[in-house]
Structures are given as structure tokens and as C-alpha cells.
């Protein structure tokens, strides 16, 4: 019992080293607050958005910086890992809110940015999360911004130019069998693809789940490959999106393969020779219909990082902070998290974005149109129509 | 017939890589009694070294796994001498969590010097596949299978016309009664570590062309080890093959006829069922 | 002063320490990071009761924890009920969890204990994953409100809206946990529970029914860890399948043996120091999670009997002197 004596001195401690400020603002600088994922199963995700975000503030930050109220500042994005789990984003968000005082906290995971709502309003700071989960703009909290699309909203449209593509090179599409990824985002997005595709009176022959850090599939994909599916949905990101259609070629599918935006293809393609990959449809952002903005960023992306291919998060993270400086720039506060989100929506005329958003509406939304990318010979090619 | 072909398949393919890091395990874990959780990394350490050799140096896929095989086996004898062995006498759980301090050192060492990416080796078996009967067999994981069964014909030999082979079968049936008759347990357990993280490697390094290289990869194949090596008797090199496929056979059979979303389900559902029929698994001796 | 006194001294020290703490500091992250301590501490107190004084290792804790949170969690959130008689629900849930994971797997004992708990706890993560109707599957359960005010005669109602309210409420059910699993220990069963864990064919023969009581350690120890389980998804306010899974119980065990496997303040001390401590790594954001393992293992080789034993070796260093020689009368 003596030994409480340790507790009480290592809390103390640890108390006084916590209390240090840490990376106190430098007059000119105003940080925000970075949560993702650096280690664990959904790192190279987590970093390729890090990345993104440092790359847009060192960019800022070199060409002078944002002005706010008349004043030049400098972006100090301050990243927090939180190991792909719930209890320590909180911990992020917690430090991040109280000890850097941060008014705005962006995130590429909806399991990291739904904890964060429960306390965001009170602790005042605007959390811009790239969730495509219909419920974050849907709990009535004031100060959320999603920066990627709503698949309940945008699913209708992205369906009928799927399946019209389909229809134009001949590729069957009557029956799908799903290899749902068992993630909230996962999750959704299939749910709304259902309701979708049923309604068009087509057929979901299978489904089957996995977690995305397996690496065999062919237990699932046997049993789905059985019922003859012309087209076998894919949910997750390129690593293991590739380990399920290679698995699947093996076992002899032929038919086609589609994928939803936590893909963005061009990974998938430096993992597999062509004749598995393509004809693979993948549901982009105007990041497929490949801009001059984004063939910009990925040249500096590529210089920057060994030549490695960003994924569309990066491009997102990136996206993000132009947006973020630009909304500090018109709401003349670096500091005040409500008027930040109230400048927001007009934030949205920078030009050369790399991906097409406009209309940012009270609960948090954005337009953000989705289009297809058709992997075929190395390349991915934008469909928009 | 033919989908259930094909399953058996799977399950045998997907079988041969869990009984070789089984293999690995069920030395380390029957003879020294400590709970390795590291191995699996240890398994990606050796993938990420054959990856290293093939695509850097341009070494002979075969011969980078070798020599992944052996410079594991030199970090496990570091890793016994450093972190287990100081730990012996203590509770076992206690090398438990010694294990994991190990699997977080090694993750992280391996995110900061080669990040989270996903590699892939390039081998000339990897797009090639059989089909025999219908079922389709890449021939990567038909390497897999075979080098398993090598490996287990090689360490029976080493266990059974060894010197080195019967200390180490004697300090795990009895560890006193060989410390007595003069085996150095140190040095049994130093071999052990070697042998168990050569083997770990080889698993890496067979099985990463087909899965790609990241550091995640050994994190699912540990704890499948784990219920083998209890399923096929701690300690028993035949229970950890047998083990392997098994289950890598309910695995896929169960996905096959029951449904494949609760994959992961029916191997540990498997073990419970087995452990509340026969508490000791199938192979296994009461201890 | 003898050494009963010292403790009971230090004890009410830091129990005035721990009430006074709301009013010291209002940096909202440390008190958060105190919140989840004490989270995370009746969590390892739960899994103490069996490690520490039952002698074994269970990782199925994790899954208990998560039963506990799912429990209270959907209750709240799908039928609208008030949080309090939701945490009774928890305990029992939790309790049931060990009863119905302690009856097969008990019959089983070392390495194929652990390992058979382990299974189970990853049979319960997969099935909260998978039965989506009931648990809403990995999109987890959003939202959950904190804990209903609760009515106090003579003084009103207390509301858990602000932090150190919440504070208190962890505090408070820490401070019962230690206190219930302290009476149980020096109980006749307690001494039974250590009977079994000293040597278990021993304390059969003398007429001690280990697997009866065996399974009373799970299913008081899952009792509280469900407990546990629903105090963080009330305080996270975000519940999903992960959190009931293996990491879980892997940090419980942590928490206990870092701590002090088998002593009273062992699993709190772990608790607080793992949960704290990680977090003053974040200056070395990349290499924390290094820094972290080689700390665990540096730890474990030094001090084998955690971060209690340590401090206790320590004391009996310090006051050992030559004069004493002979045992005092």
C-alpha cells in the first residue's frame, strides 16, 4: 500500500511534463490538430493523409502564409496518432483541444471522428472529418464539416453512370456478389449501394465480409464465386482490394470488378499485372478525371516521398488545409471555431482544386459529384458521363 | 464437387502457412514455455528481408529466403539471450508481456525504417496456377504446402538422429531431469529460439509474394498459431502441421457450406468446441 | 508509527488527493486522461481478481468489458431506459459473460486456459461485429449519452454533463470496486481463490471445490469488468466491436502485471501509468509506440513483479540495518 506513493508520484509527474506546454504557438503561428491513424492496420491510409496536410501547410507556409485580420501566420498542423481506435482519438482530441488550444481538428476516419463529437461543441473546435457516413452530419452538431461526399447522397448518380458505362462496353451486370469490408464505412457504403442497385431491379447474388487486414480470401470468395456473380463488389482500400482480386482471378473468375472512392486504383495497378486488373471500375472524386491540380500534386507528392503513389486521401488532406486556410483567411480568426465555420462556405472559390466541391450547406455537407475511374493498361481513366 | 474441391484446396493451402509458423511456435512455446506473440512479426521480419534481397540485390528468391532463415535465426538467439532468458524463472506471464513489448519494438521498428506501405516480391511462381480436378492452385501456395512438409521431414530428422534434436526433446519432457543428466538448458534454448525463428522467417518469406509485405502481416497468423499449437498439443511437431491444415480445412469448408462471412469465426469456435470435449487438444499429453 | 498506521495514512492522502483533483487542475486532457485511468483501472482490478488471487490468466476480460458496454450502451440508446438500473444490467451482463465463457473454458488450465479464453473473447468480438441487428455491427453504436442525473435526497440531482462530474462517477465506482474486491479477498473465499492459484490439487484435496470457485472469480471479476465496460462507452459516447476485442484484454493484463500482479494497488498504479505514461511520449510521435515496447520489456526483466514489487523491494532495501539481526519479540 506504501507503493500508492509510486502512483501518486509518476501521476504528479506526469502531470507536471503534460502541463509543460508543448510546442507553445509562436505568435505567428496557428495550429490545428491532425488525428489519424500512424500505426497499426490503417497506417499507410493515416500517413498518406498526414502527408497530404503537411505538404498543403509547408506550401502555404513558404508562399507567406494565410492572412488573418490583416496579419500573416503560418499553419502549424499538429498530428496525433491514434492507432485506429476510439479511445485514443479521444485522448488526441482531448490533448489537442485543451494544450494547443487548437480550433480545428481534421481526421480521415469516421472511427475517429465520431468519439470526437461528443465533445467538439464544448470544447470548441471544428472537426473536418473525410467520413462518408451519412449519420456525422446527421446528429445536429454545429461544427462539423465533411470534405468528401455523403454516399447517400451521392450513390443514385454514381450507380447509373456505373451501370451505363457497363451497358457501353458490354460487360454484363445483373448480379453482384459483395465482399463487404467490416468497417462502419464499409458498412454503409454497401448498405446504400443496395438500396440502390435492388431498386434498379438487379440481383445481389452474395455477400460476404472480411476484415481488411486478411490476406486470404479465397475461403469467401469460393463460396461467392459458386452463385456466378457478373460483378464482385469491393470495399476498401487498394492493398487488400488487390489480394481479393488476385485471389479471385486465380479461382477463375473473368467478370468485373468495382470498387468504392477508399480505393483510388492506382495502387492497384502497380500491384497487379493488367489482365487481372482491367476493365476495374472504381468510384473516384474528380481526382480520376485527372486534373492539372492533381497531376501537380502527385508530381510533388512523387518528389517528395520516394516516388510512391499518393493515395486520394492525401489528395483530400491536402484539399483540406487549402480549404481551412482559405475559410481562417475570410472569417479573420485563427482562433474562433464558430465564426471559422460560419466563413466556411465561402471558402470554396480557390481555384485549381484538385477535387470538385462546392455548396457547403448548415449541417456540413458539401457537393462533392463522384465519377468513375476505369483501370485499363496502367492507367486509370476518368468516366464522367 | 468441383466448389468442394476447391475448397479443400484452400483450406490445405492456407493450412501449410499456418503450420509453419505453428511449427515455430509449438518448439519455442513447448520447450521453453514462453508465449512468443513476436513470432508473427518475427514472420515479417523475414518477408520484408526476402523482399529486401530479391528487389535490392536481385537474389534468388530460394536463397533470399535462406538467408532470411538464417539471419533470423541469429536475431532469435539475441532475442533469447537479451529479453527471454533474464526473464525465465520468472511467472509466465510475464514473458507474455515481454512478447508483446517485443511485437510493439519490432512494428514500429519496421514502420519507421520501411513505413506502412505494402511490398510486393516478385517471384515467377506467383502468376502461374494449376488447375487439377477443376480446383484452381497458384503455384506459389502449392510451394508453401511442399516446403512445409520438407521442413517437417527436416526437423523430425533433427529432433529424432540428433544430439542436438534429443536435448531438446529431453528438456521439454522433463526439463529438470535433463538439466540434471548435464544438457545446457541455456544453450537448448538458444537453438530453439534460432530453429523456431528460422522457421517463423520462412513462413514470411514463402507466403509474402502471395499476401504482399506490410507490417502487419504475422498479426492474424500468430493467434491462429496459438489455437494449433493447443489444438494439436503443445510441443507436438506432428500435432502443429496436422494442426495447420485442419484448421485451415475448417476454416474453408465452414466458409464454403455454412457462410463465408464468419470466416475467422470457425477457427476459433472450433478450438473451444475441441478444448471442452478433449482439455488437453488432440495430441496433446496431460501435463 | 507502524507500518498499519503509515498505510492507512497514505491511503486517506490519496484519497483526499484523488477528490481535491477536479478543483487543482482544469486542464480538460488530464483530467480526461485521470477519467480513463480510472477506467482502465477497475478494468485491471476485474482482471486482477483472477490473475493476481485466482492465478489465472483470462484474455476473454476483453470481451466481458464490451458485453458490459454493449449491454448498458443499447439499452440506453435503443430503449430510452435511465443509464443507472442500464450499469446494474451491465454488471449482469458481464457476470453472465463469465459464467458462460468460465464453464467450458475452466475445465482447462494453463497455457490452454489462456489460450481457450482467448478464443472466446474473440468468439464474443466477432459476434458483436456480426449480429448488426442487435449491435448495429461495426458502424457501433453512435451517440450514447451520458450518464441520467441522478436524484440525492436532501441535495437535489447531480448531472454527469461536465467533466469532473464524470470524474467523480469513475472515482467513486473505482473506489467501490477496490473495496468489494478487497472484502472478497480477505474472505473465507478469497483465501479459497488464493488456495487454488498457490496449488490447486492441493487445495482440492483439502476440500476447497476450485472449479466452483474458480468460476465465482469469473464471474465477480466479469461483473466488474462490465461494469468498466459501460462506464467508457457512456464517457466515449462511441461503442463499436473493437472495443470489446482482444487490445482490451491485452492492456488489462498489461495494467495488472506492470502494475503488480496479485497486490491491491498494482492494477490501479498500472492503470495510471500505462494510460499516462504513453501519452507523454507523443513529443517522439513516431517513435512512441518504440519507445513504448522497449520500456515494456526493460519493465518486465527489472522488475518482475511490476512496478509495486519493485517499489516494495525498494523499501525493505532501504530499511533493512544492521542492527537488526535478530526478529523483534
Not at chain 2, 1 to 28: C, H, R, S, W
Not at chain 2, 70 to 97: C, Q, T, W, Y
Request: net charge positive; with cysteine; hydrophobic share 50%.
Amino acid at each position: 500500500m506504501k507503493c500508492k506513493c509510486v502512483a501518486v508520484i509518476l501521476t504528479l509527474l506526469a502531470a507536471i511534463t503534460l502541463a509543460a506546454p508543448s510546442g507553445v504557438a509562436a505568435a505567428d503561428k496557428v495550429p490545428f490538430g491532425v488525428i489519424t491513424p500512424l500505426s497499426g492496420g490503417a497506417a499507410h491510409y493515416g500517413t498518406n493523409f498526414w502527408r497530404g496536410v503537411q505538404m498543403a501547410a509547408e506550401e502555404i507556409n513558404k508562399a507567406g502564409g494565410v492572412s488573418v485580420g490583416g496579419k500573416k501566420v503560418e499553419l502549424d498542423p499538429i498530428v496525433c496518432d491514434d492507432e485506429f481506435k476510439s479511445d485514443k482519438s479521444v485522448n488526441c482530441g482531448r490533448r489537442l483541444a485543451s494544450m494547443n488550444h487548437v480550433p480545428m481538428i481534421m481526421t480521415p476516419a469516421s472511427l475517429s471522428a465520431f468519439p470526437l463529437m461528443g465533445f467538439n461543441e464544448k470544447m470548441e473546435f471544428l472537426l473536418m472529418a473525410t467520413s462518408q457516413s451519412p449519420s456525422f452530419t446527421e446528429k445536429g452538431n454545429k461544427l462539423v464539416i465533411r470534405f468528401i461526399n455523403n454516399v447517400d447522397r451521392t450513390m443514385d448518380g454514381w450507380l447509373s453512370l456505373l451501370l451505363k458505362q457497363l451497358e457501353r462496353t458490354g460487360v454484363p451486370s445483373k448480379s453482384v456478389a459483395i465482399m463487404e469490408v467490416n468497417t462502419q464505412l464499409g458498412k454503409e457504403w454497401v448498405q446504400a449501394f443496395e438500396r440502390e442497385w435492388t431498386k434498379r431491379n438487379r440481383v445481389v447474388v452474395g455477400k460476404a465480409s472480411y476484415d481488411a487486414n486478411e490476406t486470404d480470401f479465397n475461403a469467401q470468395l469460393t463460396s461467392l464465386l459458386s452463385k456466378k456473380p457478373d460483378l464482385i463488389l469491393l470495399t476498401t482500400v487498394d492493398e487488400p482490394s488487390s489480394l481479393v482480386i488476385k485471389q479471385a482471378r486465380q479461382l477463375g473468375f473473368k467478370g468485373t470488378f468495382v470498387n468504392s472512392a477508399a480505393s483510388s486504383g492506382e495502387r492497384m495497378l502497380e500491384l497487379l499485372p493488367p489482365e487481372m486488373v482491367n476493365g476495374t471500375l472504381v468510384e473516384l472524386a474528380s481526382w480520376a478525371l485527372n486534373s492539372p491540380a492533381k497531376q501537380e500534386f502527385e508530381r510533388k507528392y512523387r518528389a517528395k516521398y520516394n516516388n510512391e503513389t499518393p493515395h486520394l486521401i492525401a489528395g483530400v488532406g491536402y484539399e483540406g488545409v487549402r480549404l481551412y486556410a482559405r475559410a481562417l483567411d475570410k472569417a479573420g480568426t485563427a482562433t474562433d471555431a464558430v465564426k471559422i465555420r460560419q466563413a466556411f462556405p465561402g471558402a470554396y472559390d480557390i481555384p485549381n482544386t484538385i477535387f470538385k466541391m462546392s455548396k457547403l450547406d448548415e449541417k456540413g455537407d458539401i457537393d462533392f459529384p463522384m465519377y468513375l475511374g476505369l483501370l485499363k493498361d496502367k492507367k486509370v481513366l476518368g468516366i464522367s458521363e | 464437387m468441383e466448389l468442394f474441391l476447391q475448397q479443400v484446396a484452400n483450406g490445405i493451402m492456407v493450412g501449410g502457412v499456418y503450420g509453419l509458423v505453428a511449427l515455430g511456435l509449438t518448439l519455442i512455446y513447448g520447450v521453453l514455455y514462453i508465449p512468443n506473440f513476436a513470432l508473427g512479426h518475427q514472420a515479417m521480419i523475414g518477408a520484408y528481408i526476402t523482399f529486401f534481397l530479391v528487389s535490392l540485390y536481385r537474389v534468388n528468391y530460394f536463397l533470399a529466403v535462406a538467408i532470411a532463415m538464417a539471419v533470423m535465426a541469429l536475431l532469435g538467439v539475441a532475442i533469447e539471450r537479451l529479453i527471454f532468458r533474464p526473464i525465465k524463472d520468472a511467472p509466465h506471464v510475464n514473458g507474455f508481456i515481454a512478447a508483446f513489448g517485443l511485437l510493439f519494438l519490432l512494428e514500429s521498428s519496421s514502420l519507421i525504417a520501411w513505413g506502412a506501405s505494402y511490398r510486393k516480391i516478385e517471384t515467377a511462381y506467383d502468376s502461374q496456377v494449376l488447375t487439377i480436378l477443376g480446383a484452381h492452385l497458384p503455384l506459389q501456395r502449392i510451394m508453401v504446402v511442399v516446403a512445409v512438409i520438407v521442413i517437417f521431414i527436416a526437423i523430425q530428422l533433427f529432433l529424432r538422429r540428433t544430439m542436438a534434436g534429443a536435448a531438446l526433446r529431453a528438456v521439454s519432457q522433463q526439463r529438470e531431469a535433463a538439466l540434471l543428466v548435464g544438457i545446457d538448458g541455456d544453450r537448448v534454448a538458444s537453438l530453439t529460439m534460432a530453429v523456431g525463428s528460422a522457421l517463423a522467417a520462412a513462413a514470411g518469406g514463402l507466403i509474402g509474394p502471395v499476401i504482399l509485405v506490410f507490417p502487419t502481416m504475422g498479426s492474424m497468423l500468430i493467434v491462429k498459431a496459438f489455437v494449433i499449437i493447443i489444438l494439436g498439443g503443445m510441443g507436438s511437431v506432428a500435432g502443429a502441421i496436422v494442426g495447420g491444415f485442419l484448421l485451415g480445412l475448417v476454416e474453408s469448408l465452414a466458409s464454403g457450406f455454412i457462410s463465408p462471412s464468419y470466416k475467422d469465426l470457425y477457427a476459433f469456435l472450433f478450438l473451444v468446441i475441441v478444448l471442452a470435449v478433449r482439455p488437453t487438444g488432440l495430441f496433446g499429453r496431460a501435463h | 508509527m507502524t507500518a498499519r498506521q503509515a498505510r492507512w495514512l497514505l491511503t486517506c492522502g490519496l484519497l483526499g488527493l484523488g477528490v481535491a483533483v477536479p478543483a487543482l487542475i482544469s486542464n480538460t486532457y488530464i483530467l480526461h486522461l485521470l477519467v480513463m485511468s480510472c477506467i482502465w483501472a477497475i478494468l485491471a482490478v476485474s482482471m486482477n481478481l483472477m490473475l493476481g488471487v485466482t492465478g489465472l490468466l483470462s484474455l476473454a476480460h476483453g470481451a466481458l468489458f464490451g458485453i458490459g458496454g454493449y449491454t448498458s450502451a443499447l439499452l440506453v440508446v435503443r430503449t430510452g431506459m435511465n443509464f443507472w438500473p442500464a450499469l446494474g444490467l451491465a454488471a449482469v451482463a458481464g457476470g453472465l459473460g463469465g459464467l458462460v465463457i468460465g464453464l467450458p473454458t475452466l475445465r482447462t488450465r494453463g497455457p490452454y486456459f489462456v489460450i481457450s479464453s482467448l478464443c472466446f473473447g474473440l468468439v464474443v468480438q466477432i459476434m458483436m461485429d456480426k449480429w448488426e441487428d442487435l449491435t448495429f455491427g461495426p458502424l457501433g453504436i453512435t451517440s450514447i449519452p451520458v450518464a441520467s442525473p441522478l436524484p440525492v435526497p436532501g441535495i437535489g440531482r447531480i448531472t454527469f454533463e461536465s467533466l469532473p462530474a464524470q470524474y467523480y462517477l469513475v472515482l467513486a465506482v473505482l473506489i467501490l470496486a477496490v473495496f468489494l474486491v478487497r472484502r472478497v479477498v480477505d474472505s473465507r473465499v478469497g483465501r479459497a481463490f488464493h488456495a487454488i492459484r498457490v496449488n490447486e490439487d492441493l487445495a482440492e484435496a483439502l476440500g476447497v471445490p476450485a472449479m466452483r470457485l474458480a468460476l465465482l472469480a469469473f464471474v465477480l471479476s466479469g461483473m466488474i469488468a462490465g461494469v468498466a465496460g459501460s462506464l467508457y462507452a457512456m464517457y466515449i459516447t462511441y461503442l463499436n466491436p473493437s472495443d470489446a476485442g482482444f487490445w482490451v484484454s491485452l492492456n488489462g493484463i498489461l495494467f495488472v502485471v506492470v502494475g503488480g500482479v496479485g497486490t491491491v494497488a498494482g492494477p490501479i498504479v498500472g492503470a495510471f501509468v500505462m494510460t499516462i505514461l504513453p501519452e507523454t511520449f507523443r513529443l517522439f510521435e513516431e517513435f512512441r509506440l518504440l519507445i513504448f515496447g522497449l520500456l515494456l520489456i526493460v519493465v518486465i526483466i527489472f522488475f518482475p513483479q511490476g512496478i509495486v514489487g519493485g517499489v516494495r523491494r525498494f523499501w525493505r532495501f532501504a530499511r533493512r540495518s544492521p542492527e537488526r539481526t535478530t526478529p523483534h519479540a
